[in-house]
């Protein structure tokens, strides 16, 4: 048999890049071995009295303009005090809400100013508010109170969100704006959810409970799809595209994750080239100004296990250095018999904070898939359509394993820097460098033959060298024009991906491998096909972009505009011609909302989006890019006195310039092709104080191939059901016998839905059931203060499902698995 690892480049290997890498990393992992040390000195140290000093503490908060009550209730889930204020003092009074990083007293002083009440300490965990003396107007002091526990670095505007509910965003504006006051569907997963789910080991997992989104629930483990309002979105990290290859699409693991934010629709007006379906960020953990230890294990069914650790805090006493080293190890095997994952993760970052107007912010990372897991598609026969001998069965390895291999490597150096000169201008600048190897060889199969039980198997072997280099830098002013308040962005970004693909494969009979799916022989010979792929690619692209937000009154006006100027050139080895192709684009966005004294929010939206498209025609004009545009109405509610956000959105989305069969010349293509994708969709989410906390969605999609040369006009998207729904839930008894005890689950809803666009094979409904028990340990006894177990179950009465089909075959949806967490914080 071929050895696999012989067949990658070795003419063009990034042989010198990975030394400087490895050496990097081993640099950077002594740094932070020494930091780790540095605080554990410090925190016994200066830090050893950070309860007593916790008036200082600094907590993010990031609750909009509102009814005061709804806004002292916000504040009450953020800072874990009890505020006691009676009805009648806050009846038809408007907080000024409070966004930032501040201690709880401050954030308190501006939620209450201008409402004529204070704030008076009944205890260490409750505040009452009165009504300001009116012999003492200025008696808006707030006394010391006792905050411990909670992350404060606002960088960027990615703060620490307690529960569920998040009030604000940086990823739809790039400004922290509102939510509420975003005139466009946002949907921000936090922390507190993930930990909550479980098990949530990719982006899958994330939005598995997110409205409006179709996930391929499968183990395919080298790229996870996911559709938003039917279109495939981008993925960003900490507001900066994440490189993509053939099969090296970078993976973030969510455990190094405080939230992710997928922002719905066109939104190329910031971002620059993506998806009508909108992007998805992911936000980094950072370093908090409090001390944080948390070590995890895991252990479940499949043989899984893993170790994990989070460790955080200030680095000298001032707190101007701060830290954060976040890492796993993690091994299992999936559904399918002959696989294993293995995963290795770590990412130290790094915060100087000289001053408080100036902040300089490094991240890292270094993951490492030595195994990568499972991914072939199946036949529609034995899948969708039943066989004389059945389905094929779950756990079929359909290749030869001894030739299987998927080895990831990748690596990321980036910053966040942020500067503010005054109380109008600030400046920012995030960048980031990525590299990543991928070796993948796979035995795949391509067909059923007629007896309804042997496999028709090809090799496939694919070998990809990616780097990437992003830098977006923007400055902000916050200021006045008469009775107009402006929040003015201003931007310019610039991205260069460079792809280095090498794959062989080949579907001659000579390479043609027959498989019984009920007696496999994996110790068939492998004949290694000739490279049929042999490209390198590099993409540059620059932006420059302008937005206003503009108040006035009850109304929130935003307005952007952007130019793109992209270019791609790709060398085809193989052929040695080498195409060179230039887009340039205007994309935009508007958006109104009014702010009612209920919590109500209306809004209208309007924004577009550009992609570039690869190829000519038959003249050999190249391809211009497909455009998408989307208008979306809606109304957003935050119902006064509860910590919760309800959004109801229609939408209409457009797609044009797609590529359709050129009905006069063989063989080309032309781009009269249009997309169309319009629905609703309903969404809450709320953590209340009582313990409860809840995600609920139901989307109802309208997908249609409105323009098509090849027989597909009128048909639905595929992968796209017309319905989808979802519910989350988790809830902590807070008192008596059983404080401590939490349970919770969710159901998830996918409707029938189209194996490809030509509408031949339907791909059945659906529902999934999941279910967690955690328990605060703590109420065993003192000396199990910090020490949480939790037990997680995902597809509780483990539905055979088909949860993914392209033009070729379908995958299988994942089966039951168990997951038990034990998880210590001090």
């Not at 707030?142 to 703060?159: A, D, F, I, K």
């Not at 460098?433 to 391509?446: G, M, R, T």
């Not at 498989?515 to 004949?527: A, F, H, M, R």
């Amino acid at each position: 048999m071929t050895d696999v690892n012989s067949l990658s480049k070795t003419g063009r290997s990034i042989a010198l890049e990975r030394r400087w890498i490895g050496r990097l990393m081993a640099t950077t992992m002594l740094v932070m071995a020494g930091v780790s040390a540095a605080s554990a000195q410090t925190a016994q140290s200066g830090l050893a009295n950070a309860t007593t000093e916790a008036p200082s503490a600094r907590l993010s908060f990031a609750i909009p303009r509102q009814s005061l009550d709804a806004a002292l209730a916000a504040y009450s889930q953020a800072t874990h005090l009890q505020v006691l204020v009676p009805g009648e003092l806050t009846r038809g009074v408007l907080s000024p809400g409070v966004t930032g990083s501040m201690s709880a007293q401050d954030g308190l002083r501006h939620l209450l100013a201008g409402t004529g009440l204070m704030p008076t300490v009944v205890n260490a965990q409750t505040i009452s508010v009165e009504k300001i003396p009116t012999d003492d107007p200025s008696a808006i002091n707030l006394p010391p109170v006792q905050v411990t526990g909670h992350e404060g670095v606002g960088n960027g505007g990615y703060g620490r969100v307690s529960g569920f509910v998040a009030h604000s965003s940086s990823t739809a504006t790039k400004t922290n704006t509102p939510l509420i006051e975003t005139p466009q569907s946002v949907v921000v997963i936090t922390r507190d959810q993930m930990n909550s789910q479980g098990n949530v080991q990719d982006i899958r997992g994330i939005l598995r409970y997110a409205p409006g989104t179709y996930i391929s629930d499968d183990n395919d483990e080298r790229i996870e799809t996911l559709l938003v309002r039917g279109f495939q979105p981008d993925q960003y990290l900490d507001g900066l595209k994440l490189l993509s290859g053939t099969f090296s699409s970078l993976k973030v693991d969510p455990y190094m994750l405080q939230e992710a934010d997928l922002l719905e629709g066109p939104s190329s007006v910031l971002y620059g080239e993506g998806s009508p379906g909108g992007l998805l960020n992911m936000v980094s953990k950072r370093p908090t100004d409090e001390p944080l230890h948390d070590v995890q294990i895991q252990a479940g069914t499949g043989n899984r296990f893993e170790g994990a650790f989070d460790l955080s805090g200030p680095l000298n006493d001032s707190g101007t250095l701060l830290y954060r080293l976040t890492g796993l190890a993690r091994t299992e095997q999936p559904d399918v018999n002959h696989m294993t994952e293995q995963r290795i993760d770590i990412s130290p970052a790094l915060t100087w904070r000289p001053d408080a107007d100036t902040s300089l912010t490094i991240l890292t990372n270094y993951l490492h898939d030595p195994k990568g897991g499972f991914y072939d598609l199946l036949p529609y026969e034995g899948t969708l359509i039943p066989t004389p001998t059945g389905t094929i069965s779950q756990s079929l390895y359909p290749g030869q394993p001894d030739f299987y291999n998927l080895d990831r490597e990748q690596f990321s150096v980036g910053y966040d820097f942020e500067h503010r000169f005054n109380s109008i201008w600030k400046v920012s600048q995030n960048a980031r460098y990525i590299y990543q190897n991928l070796a993948y060889s796979e035995v795949q199969p391509i067909s059923l033959q007629a007896n309804g039980q042997t496999l028709n198997t090809v090799p496939y072997v694919d070998n990809e060298h990616d780097g990437a280099f992003t830098v977006d830098n923007e400055a902000q002013a916050r200021f006045s024009t008469g009775p107009l308040a402006h929040t003015l962005l201003l931007g310019v970004d610039y991205q260069r991906q460079m792809l280095d693909t090498m794959s062989r494969y080949s579907s001659a009979s000579q390479y043609v491998i027959p498989l019984d799916i009920n007696d496999p022989d994996y110790n068939q010979t492998v004949l290694v096909p000739p490279v049929s792929t042999d490209n390198y690619q590099q993409l540059n692209q620059i932006g420059a972009y302008a937005q206003d937000q503009i108040k006035f009154g009850r109304w929130s006006f935003l307005m952007a505009g952007r130019e793109d100027w992209a270019s791609t050139q790709t060398q085809n080895y193989l052929t040695g011609v080498t195409t060179n192709q230039f887009a340039r684009a205007f994309t935009g966005h508007l958006g109104l909302t009014y702010l009612f004294d209920n919590g109500f929010a209306p809004y209208v939206s309007y924004s577009t989006s550009f992609q570039p498209t690869s190829g000519t025609d038959y003249s050999g004009a190249a391809f211009k890019p497909t455009t998408g545009k989307q208008e979306e109405v809606g109304v957003k509610y935050h119902p006064p006195g509860i910590n919760a956000l309800i959004t109801v959105a229609a939408f209409n989305l457009l797609e044009d310039n797609v590529l359709t069969t050129d009905p006069d010349h063989a063989n080309y293509n032309v781009q009269t092709g249009q997309v169309r994708s319009r629905g609703l969709e309903i969404s809450g989410v709320t953590s209340l104080t009582s313990g409860l906390s809840l995600r609920a969605s139901y989307t109802h999609l309208d997908s249609d191939i409105t323009s098509a040369n090849n027989g597909t006009q009128g048909n639905q998207l595929a992968d796209t059901p017309n319905n989808m729904a979802s519910i989350w839930s988790d809830y902590t008894i807070q008192s008596h016998r059983f404080a401590g005890f939490g349970f919770g689950g969710g159901v998830k809803y996918m409707g029938t839905s189209y194996a490809a666009n030509t509408n031949t094979y339907k791909i059945p409904d659906y529902f999934i059931v999941d279910t967690v028990l955690h328990y605060d340990l703590s109420g065993l006894g003192s000396d199990l203060k910090g020490a949480k177990l939790a037990l997680n179950a995902y597809n509780l009465f483990n539905n055979q499902y088909v949860s993914y089909c392209s033009a070729v075959g379908c995958r299988w949806g994942v089966g039951r698995s168990v997951l038990v967490t034990l998880d210590y914080q001090w």
